[in-house]
């Protein structure tokens, strides 16, 4: 998700949120949430949710007739921590503006959020500081960076 934005000042600013899949967090502050990053965990919670619907239905005898809605309260039961971590994955905010001349040197904020729904209104949150008072302000997520 990316926005451009037109500072106070005129100078165009990129405002982005990218998902983060590293290992490491993006910032020192976020280092208690990233108990496990990357790929595995993914991968290893849709195994389980799959091997214990497959147990759970061959280890069935053939005469037990179980209604739809057990059936339905017990796949929210398996999918809600899988759905959960998907969406709480960390993002990472970016806000950058300039080229690099002396006349439009490069200015970049970098920070974290967790969840899908927050980045969306953190980012939305730096655009219209970027719009009031020519850049993030220090209260949100965003830090500046060399």
Not at 22 to 48: K, N
Not at 130 to 142: A, E, K, V, W, Y
Request: hydrophobic share 50%; aromatic share 10%.
């Amino acid at each position: 998700m990316t926005r451009l934005v037109r500072g106070a000042d005129g100078r165009m600013w990129t405002v982005r949120g990218e998902l983060e899949w590293g290992r490491r967090p993006a910032t020192a502050e976020d280092f208690e949430h990233d108990v496990s990053g990357g790929h595995g965990p993914g991968i290893v919670m849709m195994f389980l949710v799959i091997i214990l619907g497959l147990v759970w239905v061959f280890r069935m005898p053939e005469d037990v007739v179980v209604p739809a809605w057990v059936v339905l309260a017990l796949l929210m039961i398996f999918l809600f921590f899988p759905a959960r971590w998907a969406l709480r994955r960390p993002w990472k905010l970016v806000a950058e503006t300039g080229d690099g001349t002396p006349e439009a040197p490069v200015e970049k904020w970098v920070g974290t959020v967790r969840g899908m729904f927050t980045v969306r209104s953190e980012v939305a949150k730096v655009a219209r500081d970027i719009q009031r008072d020519t850049m993030p302000s220090f209260d949100g997520p965003l830090h500046p960076v060399e």
